[in-house]
């Protein structure tokens, strides 16, 4: 059973990436919760068409994290959608952080979420009914939803933890008509997905002004 524990480690060189998240979802009982036949979704922070230190999840981070998964299921997809107003492809996005060769590695798929079949998902957060058009795919053909985002000091909220890069779920490309009820909004994406795992790339934090640029911290 999954509960609410958080761990960090320091790695001393990118060869200790792929233990220490073995390590950590092995400490999280993960088998208890995620099994052979079980459909896991991948979200990375990619707020940029080729992989940003501080900004955008790496690579290696995101092999290495599929790589343990695959020891418990198959069934593995990335998704991602497409830039804010067009500005880039989800599939460019995939080639600029390697994961087409990533998904031929490890027989995962790489899926652009904008183009797919969405649902008008309804919740109840703070006493107010709220809805939102998200992709079929995470909230009918997901069992266990996880998150990779990067650290970051943000422009506009202050930081950006564990809740913020579930924004990207949403496929409209103008998410920028949701902002005035953000807070709710980005609550009910993460109630209807039921994320269940943050991944934290803590390979470079976001210093000063992001989220799409600002000062990488190592």
């Avoid at 996880?146 to 970051?152: D, E, H």
Wanted: hydrophobic fraction near 40%; include cysteine; charge should be neutral.
């Amino acid at each position: 059973m999954i509960t609410n524990q958080v761990f960090v480690h320091q790695f001393a060189s990118d060869g200790e990436i792929e233990p220490r998240i073995r390590e950590s979802l092995d400490r999280l009982a993960l088998a208890g919760a995620i099994g052979a036949h079980s459909r896991v979704s991948i979200k990375p922070n990619f707020t940029y068409p080729w992989h940003k230190p501080g900004v955008t999840t790496s690579p290696m981070v995101l092999e290495a994290t599929v790589r343990v998964l695959r020891d418990y299921t198959p069934h593995i997809r990335i998704v991602e959608s497409d830039g804010g107003s067009n500005a880039w492809s989800a599939e460019q996005a995939f080639r600029g952080h390697d994961v087409p060769a990533i998904c031929q590695k490890y027989g995962v798929t790489a899926l652009g979420l904008t183009q797919l079949g969405r649902t008008l998902a309804r919740t109840v957060v703070d006493s107010r009914e709220i809805e939102i058009e998200l992709p079929t795919v995470l909230v009918e053909e997901t069992d266990f939803f996880i998150t990779m985002p990067v650290p970051k000091v943000h422009a506009m909220t202050g930081v950006s933890l564990g809740f913020k890069n579930q924004w990207g779920c949403i496929p409209d490309v103008k998410r920028l008509r949701h902002h005035p009820d953000f807070v709710r909004k980005v609550i009910e994406i993460n109630k209807i997905l039921n994320t269940r795992l943050v991944v934290f790339d803590g390979t470079y934090f976001l210093n000063r002004s992001g989220p799409m640029s600002g000062e990488e911290r190592i």
